[in-house]
């Protein structure tokens, strides 16, 4: 039977928020598992408490910038809007239907007057990652660090030709140990001196602190870069650091991951980064920390014949296989390359190595080895996985802001958003199997690791035994031939 049924709009409903929102909804979720009252106590200093009209609580004012990046919406009109109808919006925000929406300018202007050139924000992302540590879901001992780009808020045809003059960073370390090594064979040390840099940028008249990014197969513009680092437990963001898109990767690494260290005390055991990060300086850094490091390949470019020659480390000298020509140590240049020739002078023919390049080696055995080749394998879902899914799910692809500072503001709140939800799916009922899959992965690479200690052990009371057989077994076949005559 044909039915048609009429639902009136004004129709009173007497049921408080909380019944309305469901029992399993993610919003529930966060406020279970996350203790929002650290807010208080950092914003505290920043508000007057003798005078002045009620401020709007701290504690919404952030939630409503957390709501914006959990779900990914553009701008904070488009939340304000969407509380004002959102009934898990507003238990949320604990803000009944009875009482008006803030404004929507009302956190750019608590930014502007009380918060900017503050550590206000920094603090909330901090706050939140100990609260992840405190919940043993963070144990910082493997690192996964790489950078993506966010697209600038200025129109990439609209730009003006700089040229900037910088002094290049004097690498003194190494300008000593060649120094140390000059003298060793009996050569004049070098005199260094600082040397001015000119190079011509293109700056964006929009926002002039953006950078033009261009790489190979990627999208030429004005960017930023986020140089992230996550744990490799549960992908939880540990730090997020802001430059222009036409900063190295490599350059804030060293920086950035004493930072992590300071802040959260942790006791990193290994790091997996791609070839963006394949510097001495970093692997140095690396070496001295006792830091398990898995960098990707890099390849160089080199003379076909390279593969002909064998270097000899224990009398330092170099090897042609097609005709026995022995290569050895002559001199070393100003950029730190160890020259070898041949001794007679017949062959005009000069072969390199850096004078450090047993750190490269080091770095090329890492990442061979079971245990590297494991680590390394982790990064597209760990660190690559935070990056699509900032860009997918909370709006991570534009920059709404200008300028390095407050884009580096704004990415704290957005990251810690990121790192409450993880931490809420993680914390509830139906979600054993995701917490300890994890710390069992972690298990699993580290008795790899053990194993393929144990059969490179093996490996080398193999070759003890056969050089043992060689060197003695024809002594002793000798002794007993003569015993039977």
């Not at 100990?130 to 045809?157: E, P, R, V, Y």
């Not at 879902?381 to 407050?406: L, M, P």
Request: hydrophobic share 35%; glycine share 4%; with cysteine.
């Amino acid at each position: 039977m044909f039915y048609k049924e009429n639902h009136p709009n004004d129709e009173i409903i007497l049921n408080t928020l909380s019944e309305l929102v469901p029992k399993d909804h993610l919003l529930r979720k966060i406020d279970k598992s996350i203790d929002f009252n650290f807010i208080y106590d950092i914003t505290s200093p920043y508000y007057s408490h003798t005078n002045g009209r009620n401020s709007l609580d701290p504690v919404v004012l952030f939630k409503l910038v957390f709501l914006k990046d959990i779900y990914g919406i553009k701008s904070m009109r488009e939340t304000i809007k969407r509380v004002e109808t959102d009934v898990a919006f507003r238990w949320f925000l604990n803000l009944p239907f009875s009482k008006p929406t803030p404004h929507y300018s009302t956190f750019s202007q608590n930014y502007i007057r009380r918060f900017q050139g503050t550590s206000v924000f920094e603090d909330i992302f901090n706050t939140i990652v100990h609260q992840a540590i405190s919940h043993h879901l963070i144990s910082g001992t493997a690192l996964f660090t790489d950078s993506t780009h966010i697209k600038a808020n200025a129109n990439k045809n609209k730009f003006k030709n700089a040229i900037i003059e910088t002094v290049q960073e004097r690498k003194r370390d190494l300008e000593n140990e060649i120094n140390a090594e000059r003298e060793a064979i009996g050569k004049k040390p070098f005199n260094y001196t600082d040397k001015i840099i000119s190079k011509s940028i293109k700056e964006s008249t929009t926002d002039p602190e953006s950078g033009y990014y261009h790489r190979d197969n990627k999208e030429k513009g004005f960017m930023y870069l986020d140089h992230r680092s996550v744990d490799g437990k549960h992908n939880f963001i540990v730090d997020c650091f802001i430059t222009p898109g036409n900063v190295h990767d490599s350059v804030p690494y060293v920086s950035r991951l004493t930072h992590i260290i300071e802040t959260f005390n942790f006791n990193v055991n290994c790091v997996a980064l791609d070839s963006g990060y394949y510097k001495k300086d970093i692997l140095k850094f690396l070496e001295e920390k006792k830091i398990f490091s898995v960098i990707g390949y890099r390849r160089f470019h080199r003379n076909p014949d390279h593969k002909f020659f064998r270097y000899n480390s224990s009398i330092d000298c170099f090897t042609d296989t097609r005709t026995g020509e022995i290569y050895t140590y002559r001199n070393i240049d100003r950029q730190g390359y160890k020259q070898y020739r041949i001794s007679d002078n017949s062959n005009k023919r000069i072969l390199r190595r850096a004078i450090d390049a047993d750190v490269y080696d080091r770095c090329r055995e890492r990442r061979l080895s079971t245990f590297g080749k494991a680590l390394y394998k982790r990064r597209k879902e760990t660190i690559e996985r935070s990056f699509a899914d900032s860009k997918q799910n909370h709006g991570y692809r534009f920059a709404q802001y200008r300028g390095v500072t407050k884009m580096q503001q704004y990415t704290w709140l957005s990251c810690a958003a990121q790192n409450m939800k993880k931490m809420a799916i993680l914390l509830t009922g139906d979600s054993h199997f995701l917490r300890y899959y994890s710390s069992f992965r972690i298990l699993k690479f580290k008795i790899q690791h053990i194993f393929h200690f144990l059969k490179n052990m093996l490996d080398f009371l193999l070759v003890l035994s056969t050089v043992w057989k060689r060197a003695f077994g024809s002594f002793f076949i000798n002794i007993f031939s003569s015993r039977n005559i």
